[in-house]
């Protein structure tokens, strides 16, 4: 064989080219957001340096702060996670946003109504579990449906998703405007009551927001790498992300594959719902954790699909929306600059090769797709 | 004879590897220049270097005399260099005549002006002795005609230089033939010819000259009066590499595969393969020999579980698996080399360790279940990158970084690698160089003697004679005859290739 004695190898690399691409570039993506964002910030007439200290102030200054972000970072983590393990296996779930809906409506159904139907009253610890156990089956059985259909008819995913989203989104608010409308006659709003405090999640600390919730997304994000990288099932999600007719030839069930990846990830996005019905806010508003789903999209990206990216993603996306109050309050900046910096770092993200022209960071060779073709 | 075109000195650096270093290469006018070197020898880097593609780092190109500087094929075209790559790059859904005139449209007012650019395609091909229908649709054509319409458009645009890129790649050996006639009929009105390919045989057929690349260099400069065959595959190996076969008489023993009357369609609904029964048995090669798209491709995801079976039977070991998932044909002892490695066979971006379980890895000793032991995977890697002499960095190097020999090592080193009965290879060795097809040659017939029974599936007729013990060819579909290897010959394995069957009746 030639290749040996072949073209020579320079010597070229301070990185292993695995790091720069997983590590530096997600880094110098949020980097160069930042600057942009600061000058943005400076031409409508602010301080940058000023913001950013309100920003990291809001976020980090205080107990109360560190708490608060993890509040804000638990449904980032599991919806984070929900989109990325899709990623891992091919498939682009744009669905977490009604899964998660979803999630959110079945454990604060199972919160509020279930002892009543039973007619007693159910241990706490077992309700809790029922309820975010039902949170994770309601947003589960919500994603498998596309994945059947892209597995059994060729029905694109992202397509279905996004169907799936517009009837999880308006079937809630026909529930909380309807059926599971809290009956209290001071009611106006598009909830439900308030779950049973058997049902309750309570806070790691009474003084604290800081729930259990967040160790359990940080669980989770342990159980998804396990998952993903140590086991055969795992192995089958990744090889059939990568390449389904390599899978298929390696005798992988692909079909079944495909509708595992998606109930899996939208058992996460339903836990991000119930936790925030069981852990924070004990109901289901119309109006709470709007937007998680896609800003998920965005961390997953972020996060690279790796657990630990997504759980480091989500604390700085987290950070951002926590610290954002502060900025505004003590600098007048308003808070949708942030929205502006995030938008700039999922842009630079996802047109990586921008970054890599900026800091001259060599390509490497490699193809990064986000999900196959259409049909088959 | 001028020289009309010349590069001097070209380097060419891509990131961790220089691809061309310090190469100089001259066409004379009307000749056939081969330019011979393994995958990866920068033949490929040198022409697109002087077809415009990439800008060299250094060094100097010369047309008809004249220094250059090339920022594009446009100006490639400019200089009257023209390429036909190995992947055509053609427009399925356009024809002839609009494929041609892509980039150069004849217009009236604002309209194509197709009747004039079809005429003189019609002329030009005329004239070279291959009549082309112009107002023929592009995915209507064979490969072999799709190429000269690749050839007739680069001389619309009124090549004088013309850069061939492993052309008979794709072609039949009658194909083949015909190109070469066409390449004679260019060259005696004018026209150079830069041809790339790492067939020996091809090269001493057709050159006037010969430069051998290796390593990024060029190792060598020839005519084919002074060289032999064995030589020239040691000045491009770098090493003495062996051309023949070497095998005893097989010894058939029990019959593993059974084959009868199977029907399989295609993705489109037609027939692909049409009543087809063979039988293969241990210890012995069966070859499937026939052009490419005559239902082999089928007939194989059929045996492995890929594609649907519509009608028949398929016996592996005493076990009927038509219809059988993939997963339960290999876990009956089949093995297979498929034909697409790098779509079927291989995850490019997962490591060598992962690629070398990928149909094993739910087993023990890698899994009892549940957990896969990625240190037993490892373990396992560096063993098959030992034993299969697979070149890569380490186990977790990427595999789609290697090059296609040690992809194709990979695959080999997976399916050999465990207890097999049947091995299924098909086209083991396409796209592959000298050195790497001798190695796996050597592994196909390692297993036959060691009693397991192959079945090999190649359009490479000299790969089907050298290596079967049988011959069956197939021909639209169907097997049109079975003939003792000891009996077959080019002629007339090729004839029954083409459909021909008075002389051999089946």
């Known amino acids: 064989m030639s290749e040996e004695q072949g073209p020579k190898k320079t010597r070229s690399f301070k990185l292993p080219p695995q790091l720069v691409n997983t590590g530096l570039v997600p880094l110098l993506a949020v980097l160069t957001s930042m600057v942009v964002g600061g000058l943005i910030i400076a031409a409508a007439g602010g301080n940058p340096f ?10 980090f200054g205080s107990l ?6 993890t509040v804000w970072a638990s449904p980032y983590i599991f919806a984070g996670l929900a989109v990325a393990v899709g990623f891992k296996g091919g498939l682009f779930n744009i669905g977490a946003e009604g899964q998660l809906a979803f999630g959110a409506v079945a454990a604060a159904w199972i919160g509020y109504a279930l002892p009543g139907m039973l007619g007693a009253d159910i241990p706490a610890v077992l309700h809790v579990i029922l309820a975010v156990g039902g949170g994770m089956l309601a947003g589960g059985i919500w994603a498998a449906i596309p994945g059947f259909l892209k597995a059994y008819t060729g029905g694109h995913e992202v397509i279905n998703t996004i169907m799936m989203n517009y009837i999880a989104l308006n079937l809630t608010s026909f529930l909380l405007n309807g059926p599971m409308k809290d009956p209290n006659p001071m009611n106006v709003v598009a909830r439900t009551p308030l779950i049973v405090e058997s049902a309750h999640l309570p806070p790691v600390f009474p003084e604290f927001r800081f729930h259990w919730g967040f160790i359990l997304a940080i669980g989770m994000a342990v159980l998804v790498w396990w998952l993903l990288w140590k086991t055969t099932l795992g192995f089958e999600i990744r090889t059939t992300g990568a390449n389904l007719d390599a899978a298929r030839y390696a005798g992988v069930n692909v079909k ?30 119309l109006g709470f954790a709007v937007g998680y789903g896609f800003d998920a999209i965005a961390i997953a990206l972020l996060g690279k699909n790796h657990p630990a990216g997504v759980v480091l993603a989500s604390l700085l996306f987290a950070a951002m929306r926590n610290g954002a109050t502060r900025m505004q309050f003590l600098t007048q900046i308003p808070v949708d600059v942030i929205s502006v910096i995030q938008a700039l770092i999922l842009l630079f993200v996802a047109a990586d090769t921008v970054v890599r022209y900026i800091y001259r960071i060599r390509s490497r060779d490699e193809r990064f797709s986000l999900t196959r073709g259409w049909g088959k | 004879m001028s020289i009309v075109l010349e590069a001097h ?42 077809y415009g593609l990439y800008k060299p780092d250094g060094g100097e190109i010369r047309v008809n005399g004249q220094a250059i500087s090339m920022s594009s094929p446009r100006d490639a075209i400019e200089h009257g260099i023209g390429m036909v790559h190995q992947h055509f790059m053609l427009i399925p859904v ?47 054509l064979s490969v072999g005609v799709q190429q000269r319409v690749e050839i007739v458009k680069a001389l619309y645009r ?49 050159a006037d000259r010969i430069t051998v690349m290796r390593g990024g260099k060029v190792v060598g400069s020839t005519t084919p009066s002074e060289i032999s065959e064995a030589e020239l595959a040691n000045l491009m190996v770098g090493r003495e590499v062996s051309l023949t076969v070497d095998k005893a008489a097989a010894q058939p023993k029990e019959t593993v595969l059974e084959v009868s009357n199977l029907r399989v369609l295609d993705n489109l609904g037609t027939v692909a393969v049409d009543d087809v029964s063979l039988t293969v048995q241990a210890g012995e090669i069966l070859g499937i020999a026939g052009v490419q798209g005559n239902g082999q491709t089928e007939l194989v995801r059929a045996l492995t579980g890929l594609a649907r079976v519509s009608g028949g039977s398929i016996r592996l070991d005493g076990q009927e698996v038509a219809n059988a998932s993939p997963r339960r044909i290999t876990e009956l002892g089949s093995a297979h080399i498929p034909e697409d490695r790098q779509k079927d066979g291989l995850v490019l971006p997962f490591p060598v360790m992962d690629n070398l379980v990928l149909n094993t890895y739910y087993l023990p000793p890698f899994s009892q279940g549940l957990v896969v032991h990625w240190d037993r995977a490892l373990e396992n890697a560096n063993q098959r990158i030992e034993q299969f002499d697979i070149r890569t960095p380490s186990a977790m190097t990427h595999v789609g970084t290697l090059s296609g020999g040690n992809q194709q090592k990979v695959i080999v080193a997976r399916e050999l690698s465990r207890p097999i009965k049947l091995l299924i290879a098909s086209q083991p060795t396409r796209g592959l160089d000298v050195g790497s097809i001798e190695y796996i040659h050597g592994q196909i017939i390692k297993r036959r003697d060691e009693g397991v029974a192959v079945l090999l599936v190649s359009t490479e007729l000299d790969e089907v004679l050298q290596l079967s013990d049988r011959i069956a060819v197939m021909y639209r579909g169907k097997i049109l005859a079975v003939v003792p290897a000891a009996e077959a010959t080019k002629e007339s394995i090729g004839l029954l290739m083409a459909g021909i069957t008075e002389k051999k009746p089946a």
Do not use: C
């Open chain 1, 64 to 69: 109360n702060a560190l708490s608060e972000t």
């Open chain 1, 256 to 285: 079944r594959t495909i509708i595992v990846t998606m109930l899996f990830s939208g058992i996460l996005a339903g836990m991000a719902g119930a936790i925030e019905v069981t852990a924070l806010n004990y109901r289901h508003e």
């Open chain 2, 94 to 140: 356009f024809t002839v005549a609009e494929n041609i005139m892509l980039g150069m449209e004849s217009v009236r007012g604002l309209a194509l002006d197709e009747k004039v650019v079809a005429e003189r395609v019609r002329e030009l091909s005329r004239d070279l002795g291959m009549e082309l229908d112009p107002n023929a649709y592009v995915h209507d």
């Open chain 2, 9 to 50: 000195g070209i380097r060419k650096q891509f990131p961790g590897v220089l691809a061309n270093d310090d190469v100089s290469f001259d066409l004379k006018k009307g000749e056939i220049h081969v330019l011979l070197g393994e995958n990866g020898a920068g033949k490929s880097t040198l022409m697109n270097v002087l």
């Open chain 2, 158 to 206: 009124k090549a004088e230089i013309l850069i061939l890129d492993e052309p008979t790649a794709v072609l039949t050996p009658q194909e083949v033939e015909d190109l070469f006639k066409i390449m004679h009929d260019l060259t005696n009105r004018g026209v150079s010819i830069v041809f790339i390919t790492h067939k020996l045989k091809e090269v001493l057929e057709v």
């Open chain 1, 50 to 59: 000023a913001a950013y200290a309100g920003l990291f102030e809001g976020a």
